[in-house]
C-alpha cells in the first residue's frame, strides 16, 4: 500500500501506521490552517487496529501542492473523496475538522465509525469562545504577527496549565497555512450547524473536561445520544486531550473499535 494518496479534488493522505485489521482511520485536524501534523500523537496515542491516515484537505496546512487554483470553494463536501478513496472509512475530526464533517450528510452511507474530538454540534460555541477570551486575555495573542505566533500564544488557552510549556513546544512546530483561516472565518464558522446525525454509525464523542476553545454543553441535547454514541469527557485535558491524558483516550479509542466491532458482527463479543 502506497504511503501517500492524493483524490482528484486535492485531498491528501498520509498513511502514518499500519497494524491488522481492515479499517481505515482518517485523521482531519481542526484550526483550519493547522496540518494534521498535529494530530501525530494522538495517532501514536491510541493503537487501533487497522489503517490510520492524516488527511489534509486542499490548501491546508502543508498540502499545497498539487490542489486547485480556489481549493476552499469544495470545502467540507470534498471530505467524500477521502472517504471513498478507502473501504471500511472511520473518520475523526479534531475541533473544526469535526463541526466540517457534521456538515456532509453523504458521510453517513460511507464511515464505519465517527468520531469527535473537542468539536461542537452548531456555531453556540464561538459566543461561549469570545467570552472566555476576554475574561482570560492573552495580550501576546494579539500582538503576535502571524498565526504561528498567534497559536504559541494561545497555549494558555489550549492547554491545562501543568501542560503550557508542552503546548507551546506542540504548537510551534506545526505548518501553518493562514488562507483556510479566512475563508472559514467568511463562509463556514459563523453559520456552522450540523446537517446530520449518526442513527446507527458508532460515533465517539471525546473532550477534555477543561476545554476553553470549544464548550462542551452543546452535546448535551437528546439528539447526540443514542445506543449508538459514546460520549467520555476526560478530567484533566483541555482542547488537545491527546496531549494530557493518552491513556484516557486511548481507553475511549478501544471502547469505539469494540462498538465497531459489534455492530458488524452483531451478537458476537468483541476482543
Known amino acids: 500500500m502506497t504511503d501517500e494518496l492524493r483524490t482528484a479534488g486535492g485531498v491528501r493522505l498520509r498513511r502514518h501506521t499500519q497494524r491488522p485489521g481492515d ?3 482518517l485523521f482531519l485536524p481542526g484550526g483550519p490552517g493547522i496540518g494534521s501534523e498535529s494530530l501525530v500523537e494522538l495517532v501514536d496515542a491510541i493503537e487501533v487496529p487497522g489503517t490510520t491516515w492524516l488527511v489534509d484537505l486542499p490548501g491546508d496546512g502543508s498540502n499545497v501542492v498539487d490542489v486547485p487554483d480556489d481549493p476552499y470553494s469544495s470545502w467540507p463536501d470534498i471530505l467524500l473523496e477521502a472517504a471513498t478513496v478507502v473501504p471500511r472509512p472511520v473518520f475523526v475530526g479534531h475541533s473544526t475538522g469535526g463541526m466540517y464533517l457534521l456538515s ?6 460511507l464511515l464505519a465509525g465517527l468520531v469527535l474530538i473537542s468539536t461542537a454540534p452548531n456555531a453556540q460555541w464561538r459566543p461561549a469562545f ?10 501576546e495573542v494579539h500582538a503576535a504577527e ?3 505566533d498567534m497559536c504559541v500564544a494561545s497555549a494558555p488557552w489550549n492547554f491545562t496549565s501543568g501542560f503550557v510549556e508542552q503546548g507551546r513546544e506542540f504548537l510551534g512546530r506545526m505548518p501553518y497555512n493562514p488562507a483556510p483561516v479566512q475563508s472559514s472565518e467568511i463562509n463556514f464558522d459563523d453559520v456552522y450547524s450540523a446537517t446530520w446525525w449518526p442513527a446507527t454509525i458508532p460515533t465517539l464523542i471525546l473532550s477534555g473536561a477543561e476545554d476553553r476553545i ?3 454543553d452543546l452535546w448535551a441535547e437528546p439528539t447526540y445520544t443514542g445506543a449508538n454514541v459514546i460520549r467520555r469527557i476526560i478530567d484533566g485535558a483541555a482542547h488537545f486531550p491527546w496531549i494530557e491524558r493518552p491513556a484516557e483516550v486511548r481507553s475511549a479509542f478501544r471502547e469505539l473499535v469494540t462498538s465497531i466491532q459489534n455492530t458488524r458482527d452483531p451478537g458476537t463479543l468483541a476482543p
Open 214 to 216: 470549544v464548550i462542551q
Open 146 to 148: 502571524n498565526l504561528l
Open 130 to 139: 469570545a467570552q472566555m477570551t476576554l475574561e482570560n486575555p492573552l495580550p
Open 23 to 25: 479499517l481505515n482511520w
Open 104 to 109: 456532509v450528510p453523504a458521510l453517513d452511507e
